[in-house]
């Protein structure tokens, strides 16, 4: 009986917590007068965190996926982690384009040659690499959509591609 009072007991604290959390507001995970610094204050990131780390998805002969980290530091490098599966043994070239213009719609063309790097394939189809590119000469804040490819080292055909994402230069 003892534990049937604790629950009737908490229910009106689950049913205020429930309608804070669904009220309007900026931030309704906030106590009233409470703001959340964003980065145009100059400070620490908070729950508006803008995308300076990428979980990326490559899709077409196989499959892929890029770790694109920036971390907040200095050296204003970014960090991208390979990984693909399932294309035919060999070595492909891991590239990326660029579009100023913030609209989840990639419509660049600049994919860099050099590329960004290569990733060679095992007999399974499988490889990894670590790469990274300095991001020093941008300035911090600058947003830009980014989509990434995968194109096989001798015929430059396109083995894997992603969607669009948007980056922001952190440091």
């Known amino acids: 009986m003892r534990c049937a009072r604790s629950r009737v007991r908490a229910l009106p604290l689950t049913l205020v917590l429930v309608s804070m959390a669904c009220s309007s ?20 990131w908070g729950p508006e965190t803008p995308n300076f780390n990428l979980e990326v998805i490559l899709r077409g002969q196989g499959f892929g996926h890029v770790k694109f ?3 907040k530091d200095a050296d204003v490098i970014a960090y991208l982690d390979v990984w693909v599966r399932d294309l035919a043994p060999g070595t492909y070239l891991v590239q990326r384009a660029v579009d100023p213009v913030v609209d989840d719609v990639c419509t660049g063309t600049n994919w860099p040659m050099p590329t960004l790097g290569a990733v060679t394939t095992d007999l399974s189809g499988t490889g990894r690499v670590q790469l990274s590119r300095s991001l020093a000469a941008i300035p911090l804040g600058t947003e830009f959509d980014i989509h990434f490819r995968v194109i096989d080292a001798v015929t430059s055909a396109i083995a894997l591609q992603s969607g669009c994402y948007q980056f922001v230069v952190s440091r």
């Not at 906030?30 to 620490?44: F, H, M």
């Open 25 to 44: 507001g900026a931030d309704s995970r906030l106590p009233t007068g409470v703001r959340v610094p964003t980065v145009s204050d100059g400070v620490a």
């Open 69 to 71: 980290r920036q971390p």
